[in-house]
C-alpha cells in the first residue's frame, strides 16, 4: 500500500515537473520568437529611416543646386526662365515619386509587420490549446492511475475505496 502511495507521489512530482518543464521551454521559445521579430523590425525600421534621410538630403541638395542654377540663370538669360522652370518641376516631381514610393513601402512594411504579429499571436494561441491538451491528458492519466490503484487494491484483498483518498 504505501509502495503504491510512493509511486504516486512520484508519478504527482514528475508530472508536475514535466508541466513546468513544458511551460518554461514555450515560454523561452516565445520569448525568443518575440526578441527575433524585434530585432527584425528594428533593423528594417533603420533601414527604411537611413532611405528616407538620404533620399531627403538628396532633394534638398538637388533643390538648392537648381535653385542657385536658377537664379543665376535667371538674372543673365529672362529669356531661358521658362527651361529651367521646367528643370526644376522634372526635379521635383521626380523626388516626388520617391517619396511616393518610400510611402508605398513603408505601407507594406507595416503591412508584413502586422501579418507577422498575427502569426506570432496564431503560434502562442496554438501553444497555449497543447499545454491545455497536455494538462488534460495528464489529468485523465491520474484517475486510469486512481482506478488501477483500486483494482489492485481489490484483488490483493488488503485495501477498501476508503483507505484511498477520492481524485479530484
Known amino acids: 500500500m ?20 513544458t511551460i518554461s521551454s514555450v515560454a523561452a521559445e516565445i520569448r525568443s520568437k518575440l526578441d527575433e521579430l524585434k530585432s527584425k523590425f528594428e533593423k528594417e525600421r533603420q533601414t527604411f529611416a537611413k532611405a528616407l534621410s538620404k533620399s531627403s538630403k538628396e532633394c534638398e541638395n538637388c533643390l538648392k543646386d537648381e535653385t542657385a ?38 505601407d507594406q512594411l507595416r503591412k508584413r509587420e502586422k501579418s507577422l504579429i498575427s502569426e506570432q499571436e496564431k503560434f502562442c494561441a496554438d501553444k497555449i490549446v497543447q499545454l ?8 485523465q492519466d491520474d484517475r486510469t492511475f486512481s482506478i488501477l490503484r483500486k483494482t489492485l487494491g481489490t484483488f490483493l484483498d488488503n485495501g477498501s475505496d476508503e483507505d484511498f483518498p477520492p481524485e479530484e
Do not use: M, P, W
Not at 6 to 20: R, S, T, V, W, Y
Not at 132 to 139: A, F, G, M, P, V
Open 2 to 21: 504505501s509502495a503504491l502511495q510512493l509511486i504516486k507521489e512520484k508519478a504527482q512530482k514528475d508530472g508536475q515537473k514535466k508541466n513546468e518543464d
Open 69 to 106: 542654377k536658377f537664379q543665376e540663370v535667371y538674372e543673365k538669360f529672362c529669356k531661358e526662365k521658362v527651361a529651367h522652370l521646367q528643370a526644376l518641376k522634372d526635379t521635383i516631381s521626380r523626388f516626388e515619386e520617391d517619396k511616393e514610393r518610400l510611402f508605398v513601402r513603408y
Open 132 to 139: 491545455e491538451e497536455s494538462l488534460k491528458k495528464k489529468k
